[in-house]
């Protein structure tokens, strides 16, 4: 089996947007590869944070992983922290890295101008670091959205760099994207991709009222103005929400009397909440278990992190070796 690495960083806690963008996409390929999903919180480090919360949302983000499905008899879950060899590689990896492409790299930019005045070194080390969390276990396949394609592929040009100087060391990593997934999913505001700093997702473990209420706020077909108009699903968010949960037979017809001005906004809205809480239900009810017991989550990822530190010090052993490194100071 071919092996599988994804990460998703702490910034938030998870919504139906990772979920229906990255995580249930990382349940079903379970099955096909030899899969490590990881709670990457040193990359959640570039952005300002309360290191008060921190541990909280790298626990809630791992629970939030199981919930869905992703099962650790089956997947390596881990916290990148807890796995030091990500920093080491990250500075062998950093020395055949040109600067030039770091600083062309479209999130640095965008993040940079976002925070003119605080711009870190470590968010222009970003895509180093992701590139050694996935060559520390030598992964050929990377599940990533659009927004990572880029940094994906400047993981492949270091691999090539590398594997000239040093002799062939990793495979470079490709990226796919699973049949049937969502690349990018809006915001209530149909506008900007779901992100709870944006104010605009549904969390994962939303109570039942707050979800109807979020969903009555979401944006819709702006040019449909009074009841009576006629709608537009096609450029319309919530009916592409419809789309992933709601039958397909039904989302026919809701597109056929939203045209028609049969369905108001408002009950299409309404029978959106009921079918998403019945999807986020299950989702809901094993978050609260999974995370209640913190002691079995935290044995989770201790046994995950130390499965993945056993693959990645072999790496790191054949990259120092390489490289050129002396094995002096490790005891054979
Ligand atoms: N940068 C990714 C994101 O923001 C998260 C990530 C970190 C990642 N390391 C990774 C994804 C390695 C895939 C592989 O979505």
Redo the contacts with the bound molecule.
Sequence with gaps: MERL?????PTQDAHIGNWLG?IRNWVALQDRYECLY?V?DL?ALTAPYDPRVMRERVLNLAAAFLACGVDPAKSTVFV?SAVPEHTELTWLLACQTGLGALERMTQFKDKSDQNADNINAGLLF?PV??AA??LAYRAQV????E??VQ??ELAREIVRKFNRAFGDTFPEPRPIVPEGSAKRILGLDGNAKMSKSKGNAIALVEEPATVRKLLASAYTDPERKRRTDPGRPEVCNVFTLHGFFTAPSRVEGIAGDCRSAALGCVDCKKELAENLLVALEPIRRRYLEVRADEEGLRAVLAAGAERARALARETLVLARRNMGLVEGGRRA
Excluded: E, K, T, W
């Excluded at 690495?5 to 960083?9: A, D, L, R, V």
């Excluded at 990377?142 to 959205?145: E, K, R």
């Design positions: 690495f994804s990460g998703m960083q990255a990881c990457v990359h990148q970003y670091l992701m969390d996935i990377v599940p990533v959205g927004d990572q940094h994906l």
